[in-house]
């Protein structure tokens, strides 16, 4: 089926260093993509999207690039700060279906 | 409205006996959604309602799961004869139709079964 998949499991930076996360995805049809950020004990937490016919959002301190020809978005957070360290997870959504169909997590440990 | 509340936080039970999870969504919302998450996954869909009708469900909600939301507002989910494979955390998401997915989650009810 369609999958949402992330490219590695862990990632360790320094603080004030900028984070690059990234994911893969195999489902064209999505509307839209999405990246949540999960802390131990609580649920998702939206941080910020893109629509599926966009290539970069900014949002503060993060910004999303989407990239349709190799099926890849990715997560840059600059001048990472120590409240940022959590659990990372892309998601993409199909107003279709109306679900979100989430990859495996991707933990940001920030070094201080 | 302080978002989407969940009830238990946790709960522990033993192999065989029911268990049954309440979510409280956002008071305007009209989409109620559950989710479950085990250590180091997404979370995977598991159903999901338009005011009190349940329009979709997951080939993971085996037989034994069982969802409601009788009045269109709070939502129970209620797993009969638990068995060990069902420890998750359990999450609940709800939005409003025409503001794209607009998700906003609770923080889950963590289950562990023994």
Redesign the interface.
């Known amino acids: 089926g369609e999958s949402?998949g992330l490219h590695l499991?862990t990632l360790s930076v320094q603080e004030g260093d900028n984070s690059i996360i990234n994911c893969a995805y195999s489902n064209s049809a999505s509307?839209?993509f999405?990246w949540y950020k999960q802390e131990s004990?609580?649920?998702?937490?939206?941080i910020i999207?893109i629509r599926s016919n966009m290539d970069k959002r900014q949002g503060q301190r993060v910004t999303v690039l989407l990239n349709k020809t190799v099926k890849h978005l990715s997560l840059q957070i600059a001048a990472t700060q120590p409240g940022d360290s959590a659990v990372y997870?892309c998601?993409d959504?199909t107003?279709a279906?109306?679900?979100?169909?989430?990859?495996?997590?991707i933990t940001l440990s920030v070094r201080p | 409205d302080t978002g989407v509340s969940q009830n238990p936080r946790h709960k522990i039970t033993k192999r065989g006996q029911n268990v049954t999870f309440r979510c409280d969504p956002i008071s305007e919302h009209n989409r109620l959604y559950w989710y479950r998450q085990t250590l180091g996954q997404g979370p995977e869909f598991l159903t999901y309602f338009q005011n009190e009708a349940q329009l979709e469900k997951s080939r993971l909600l085996s037989d034994r799961f069982s969802a409601e939301r009788p009045k269109g507002s709070f939502s129970t989910l209620e797993i009969q004869r638990t068995e060990q494979g069902d420890s998750a955390m359990y999450l609940c998401a709800s939005s409003l139709v025409g503001t794209g997915y607009g998700y906003t989650f609770g923080s889950g009810t963590r289950l562990t079964v023994v």
Do not use: H
């Not at chain 1, 004990?41 to 939206?46: S, V």
């Not at chain 1, 279906?97 to 997590?105: A, D, E």
């Open positions: 949402v499991p509307d839209y999405i004990g609580k649920g998702p937490q939206f999207d997870f998601a959504y107003g279906n109306s679900k979100l169909t989430f990859g495996k997590g």
